[in-house]
């Protein structure tokens, strides 16, 4: 993946830990080596001691997975690309010794009086033993990929500081047969685990299931005393906006404390934030730990955290520290803190939940998230990429998938950052929990419905995983489950007495399509429809109210394809009108969903390049009528959506602004526009101009403007008027019918509203092209060419602004795609970052773009190609 450092992003993300700070917690990441249970003689004990010889091991990735350390060791072929999976060995056939491995790792470290040193493991799929220097660790194996471990290793180690680690890693048992169902055959889920490693409708099967040291390895040094799992929580009572003077918060923090030693220890647990220190004097009796908390502190005029288009992602630094009586510090934990509170409420009117933050109600717009990568290569660089671009697409909310992850702390950091509201499921899912009757399926719906085998350990892992996150500003509520409840005796426990312990401050949601969360007064499942719909049913067509799960298509361009799919298999799909339409077998294979007959109104698809061009005005036209259309229902029929999907951590052909390589598509900028915070939009249902306001203002004097450009590019202008809106309100302004009529009927037309402020700048800006009498674009096969004039310039490191400007007396340029591009082998850079993209300039104005990216030695070019605008490139100006 080409420039995927993102060095000058992440420069910000690490001047704030959530670890221990950097003086006491290292990672060991280098120097692992591992081999195969088949191939290995001696017992951990034996192993884990420096005489024990390692040849023939090889390098290992840790974090990672067995899979992962296979591919760096060019031993597979890479799964993502063609049909590569298909030639790995699955687990369910090979049994589970070939993906049983173990891990080995050397590190210095000497004894030191009165320092105490930790090994901590943050995930391990799916069970473990552990030796270090010739000893094992564990009494007994340690079972769980969501549980973290920690062992004291302190008097383990080697005098001359020179010691080895060593860990066998167990994949799930049983690894389920993926047999093509949801889950494959279901029995993943009897592990506490993630379970789309079975495959799923919009993935193939991992081949190891993620068997491995998947998650970070820490060694930390304390005192004594080690501080764990602290705790804050900001109350921000009344109704606040984000502007102004603000009545004081409270913080009420506590933590963990853990006496390691045979003695009894004395001292003080201090917390500092915003210049303010509380503490409190505590005696800890010898080998406890024992759960502290401190006395509120008031914090006046805070400065608040909001979700993203309401206002400020204001992060406090803050310290946990346990400091002796002589004063030494024996262990600190630093936090960032968003002083935020969650509420919410019935809206009798929608007959759904609606969610407010510091008093306020905010209109949902969320997306779904499966994982990162499928393989689970997680970074901060790559979770930054991701987060930013849903921040782009205007969304505020990412529900976290209960067949997957509950997500790392660095996802958590990313919607911190950028003001993602999260909804985080539990693990569990109705195709492999049981609510349907399915032939895939190996076990029957009522041994399926208490799934996983061992509830006891699903209930400490969920325990162990809510410390591990709920400090987050972002996190705003707590799922039971994708579909479907829980066990009942894992959700009892779980809703009544551990959140309410462990948390206690944010909404437990029982499943996702719940009656709780959204009246189901339609029927069926409570969730969809998937895939292409017309664009008005977005408008006219009234689902639940609070749709946990509504979405559409999502192939990328050409230069995407390129990176996953062998020539040949770059095929066009072809639409046969009531039969069965013919599509390639790769794309297929990386899960396919139809256009249907969507693409032919722009003509049909001449080849494959012809085909992913048209498919991305689909693209863009789809989301943002889907976003608009439930924005013009808000408070209404709805309290908010959350689309399925907005991302792969694959290359999968579906739901997704971007693809596996952080290259976006033109869906990422309708939902861009479609979502921004104050909104203007064409209704296509009642020809209706209308206004959404997404925010806490009211907006005054803004100038609506009404404008249709016909193929030519002469303009009619229908009427500008100064308008007003009021907070958090969506209303209709203008009724167009007629006009709009007699505009397109023979060519169609591009529709422009806009919304200036009394500068005249661009509030929304919002072009529409609207089909001819017959519903086909015709006027846009036959468009002349524009002669767009290309420029860019360097304004700071990093940074590339771009302008395009349309000469007056010709059409619209429309359709515009941008790429930052290598000098030498035109291929695009990424991740880059665009304000806008797919951007159409009407004649006689120009559009300023802005472009941020990791910079390289080489100045890279500016490329663009649109729908009637050649391919030019443009050196990027000093």
Not at 839 to 865: A, F, H, N, R
Request: charged share 20%; aromatic share 12%.
């Amino acid at each position: 993946m080409n420039r995927f450092t993102i060095g000058r992003l992440i420069g910000l993300l690490v001047l704030v830990s959530y670890w221990a700070n950097a003086q006491t917690t290292y990672e060991l990441t280098a120097g692992w080596r591992c081999n195969p249970i088949g191939k290995t003689t001696g017992a951990g004990t034996a192993i884990s001691t420096p005489t024990y010889a390692l040849n023939g091991w090889q390098p290992a990735v840790v974090p990672g997975t067995v899979l992962t350390t296979m591919l760096a060791n060019r031993q597979v072929p890479d799964p993502f690309y063609g049909m590569n999976n298909e030639a790995i060995p699955d687990i369910y056939r090979t049994g589970r010794d070939y993906y049983t491995y173990w891990f080995v790792n050397e590190f210095t470290e000497a004894p030191k009086t009165g320092q105490q040193v930790w090994l901590n493991f943050r995930g391990i799929n799916y069970s473990c033993d552990v030796f270090l220097n010739g000893h094992k660790l564990n009494t007994k194996r340690f079972t769980g990929m969501f549980l973290r471990q920690s062992y004291n290793i302190t008097p383990f180690l080697q005098k001359d500081g020179k010691n080895r680690l060593a860990v066998i890693v167990y994949p799930p048992d049983p690894v389920g047969n993926p047999n093509g169902g949801q889950g494959g055959d279901g029995t993943i889920a009897r592990n506490v685990a993630h379970q789309y490693v079975a495959g799923w409708d919009w993935i193939q099967p991992m081949r190891d299931r993620n068997t491995g040291i998947w998650d970070k390895v820490t060694i930390e040094k304390t005192g004594a005393v080690n501080v764990r799992n602290p705790h804050v929580v900001t109350r921000v009572p009344g109704q606040r906006t984000p502007t102004g003077t603000q009545s004081p918060a409270t913080i009420r923090p506590s933590a963990e404390l853990e006496n390691a030693t045979g003695a009894m220890q004395t001292g003080t647990l201090r917390y500092t934030m915003n210049g303010q220190t509380v503490t409190k004097n505590v005696s800890l009796a010898p080998h406890t730990t024992t759960t502290v908390d401190l006395p509120a502190l008031t914090l006046a005029n805070p400065r608040l955290w909001w979700p993203n288009g309401y206002g400020e992602q204001y992060l406090y630094p803050a310290s946990m520290q346990f400091v002796t009586g002589s004063q030494t510090v024996s262990d600190e934990e630093k936090l960032a803190v968003g002083v935020r509170e969650m509420q919410t409420e019935w809206n009798s009117t929608t007959r759904s939940r609606q969610v407010s933050v510091n008093g306020q109600k905010v209109f949902i717009k969320g997306a779904n998230w499966i994982v990162s990568d499928a393989m689970l290569r997680l970074s901060p660089e790559r979770y930054n990429a991701e987060i930013r671009f849903h921040r782009d697409m205007n969304l505020n909310l990412m529900r976290v998938w209960g067949g997957a992850l509950l997500e790392r702390p660095e996802f958590y950091e990313a919607c911190d950052r950028y003001g993602l509201l999260v909804m985080q499921d539990f693990w569990g899912s109705g195709d492999c929990n049981g609510r349907w009757v399915d032939p895939a399926k190996k076990d029957d719906q009522w041994t399926r419905r208490q799934y996983p085998d061992d509830h006891a350990l699903f209930l400490t892992s969920a325990a162990d995983q809510i410390k591990m996150i709920r400090n987050h500003a972002s996190l705003a509520m707590w799922c039971g489950g994708n579909e479907i409840t829980l066990p009942q005796d894992i959700m009892t426990p779980l809703r009544d007495s551990i959140l309410p312990k462990l948390d206690g401050t944010r909404w437990f949601i029982d499943y996702s399509n719940s009656d709780e969360m959204s009246f189901n007064f339609l029927g069926g499942n409570g969730d969809g429809p998937y895939g292409i719909q017309p664009i008005n049913r977005f408008w006219a067509y009234r689902t639940w109210p609070f749709n946990s799960e509504v979405g559409s298509v999502g192939v990328n361009d050409y230069a995407s394809l390129e990176r996953f799919m062998p020539d040949a298999n770059r095929v066009a799909p072809v639409y046969v009108p009531g039969g069965k339409s013919v599509v390639d077998s790769v794309w297929q294979y990386h899960k396919y969903i139809g256009y249907d007959a969507s693409i032919d109104p722009y003509g049909k698809a001449t080849d494959i390049r012809d085909f992913t061009k048209k498919a991305q005005l689909v693209n863009y036209d789809q989301y943002r009528a889907l976003m608009e259309g439930f924005s013009s229902h808000m408070w209404d029929w709805y309290t908010g959506t959350i689309i399925w999907k907005t991302q792969n951590p694959w290359t999968a052909m579906r739901g997704q602004m971007y693809d596996y390589y952080l290259d976006p598509n033109a869906g990422l900028y309708g939902l861009h526009h479609g979502s921004e915070p104050l909104h203007i939009m064409y209704n296509p249902v009642d020809s209706m101009v209308m206004v959404a306001n997404n925010t806490f203002q009211y907006h005054r004097d803004m100038m609506m403007v009404i404008k249709v450009y016909d193929m030519a590019g002469r303009d009619t202008t229908l009427t500008q008027v100064f308008s007003e809106i009021g907070p958090t309100l969506v209303r209709p302004y203008v009724p167009i019918n007629r006009a709009i009529r007699n505009l397109t009927r023979a060519n169609g037309a591009f529709l422009n509203l806009q919304l200036l402020d009394l500068n005249r700048k661009p509030i929304s800006d919002n072009l529409y092209w609207l089909p001819d009498s017959t519903g086909t674009h015709s006027g846009l096969q036959q468009l002349a060419k524009a002669p767009v004039r290309l420029s860019a310039r360097q304004v700071a490191a990093g940074k590339v602004e771009v302008t395009l400007t349309n000469p007056a007396g010709g059409p619209v340029a429309f359709f515009n795609r941008l790429s930052l591009v290598d000098a030498t082998t035109k291929k695009r850079l990424l991740p880059v970052f665009y304000s806008d993209n797919y951007v159409s300039v009407p004649p006689g104005q120009q559009k300023t773009i802005t472009l941020d990216y990791t910079p390289g030695q080489v100045m890279p070019l500016v490329s663009l190609e649109g729908w009637n605008v050649p391919e030019q490139f443009a050196p990027v100006g000093q």
